[in-house]
């Protein structure tokens, strides 16, 4: 059977946590994320661990934003470990997008637009233009003109983004809780089902699976659910 196409977000304060979970999960996601909790922690050798023998697709997750200079030796020191996805902010600009694009070329570099814990009222306080469809959307247009592959954005800008960047874009979403799931720290949110019918290309899930007594069996179950609503 065909994994899903679910990143699980693998933030462990160990890492044989970790590991653990990412055999558990493997045989039905496409893909295990690595944040900024275990690389902190554990350095590179994170990736191999939690890559094991399954060979599935390593996203990391590091969120860098700084000046273009120094955004390039950050994304050059990693993509000799050769992630499939690495994310930069998209607040960056666009000139720290190419830099990061230009210096990881056999990575996909994935722009985080708004992260979805943000409200509406945060993002006030920020002083960011919202509401956060239309930041989102802007930020999506400038880190594809900026050689951005893919985006990371909430499941409720998804149609908009695809509105604004076509089919060609990956769009990754956290901000994913299955029906009754605790929200936590997340706001906007939606339904594995509901990202995917609007479009979601993969959903980022964390706590909903590694939350659980059985994160594989957590993940199958949602795996399941999304053949189902194809
Ligand atoms: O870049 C991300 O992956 C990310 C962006 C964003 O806007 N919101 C967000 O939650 N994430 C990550 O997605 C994961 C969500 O985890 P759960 O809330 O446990 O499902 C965490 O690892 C976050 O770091």
């Not at 994310?87 to 997008?97: E, K, L, N």
């Not at 210096?103 to 956060?132: C, F, K, Q, W």
Request: aromatic share 2%.
């Amino acid at each position: 059977m065909t994994p899903a196409p679910i990143a699980v977000a693998l933030d462990a304060p160990d890492l044989e946590t970790a590991a653990r979970w990412a055999a558990l999960v493997t045989p039905h996601v496409s893909t295990v994320k690595v944040g900024l909790e275990l690389y902190l922690r554990y350095g590179p050798d994170v990736i191999a661990s939690v890559k094991g023998a399954s060979g599935v697709e390593v996203f990391l997750d590091l969120k860098l934003h700084d000046i273009p200079n120094t955004v390039a030796g950050a994304a050059r020191a990693v993509a000799r470990l050769r992630p499939a996805i690495l994310t930069v902010h998209a607040a960056g600009g666009p000139a720290m997008i190419r830099a990061a694009v230009e210096a990881a070329p056999h990575t996909e570099i994935a722009a985080v637009t708004i992260l979805t814990s943000l409200t509406e009222t945060d993002l006030d306080r920020i002083g960011l233009a919202g509401p956060a469809d239309a930041a989102v959307r802007r930020l999506a247009a400038l880190s594809v003109e900026a050689g951005a592959t893919a985006l990371v954005c909430s499941p409720h800008e998804v149609p908009a983004v695809r509105a604004e960047v076509g089919d060609g874009i990956r769009l990754i979403t956290p901000g994913v809780r299955p029906t009754g799931a605790a929200t936590q720290d997340q706001a906007r949110v939606a339904t594995p089902e509901q990202a995917l019918a609007d479009g979601a290309d993969l959903l980022v899930i964390g706590r909903p699976i590694t939350g659980s007594p059985d994160p594989g069996a957590a993940a199958a179950a949602i795996a399941a659910s999304l053949r189902r609503s194809v």
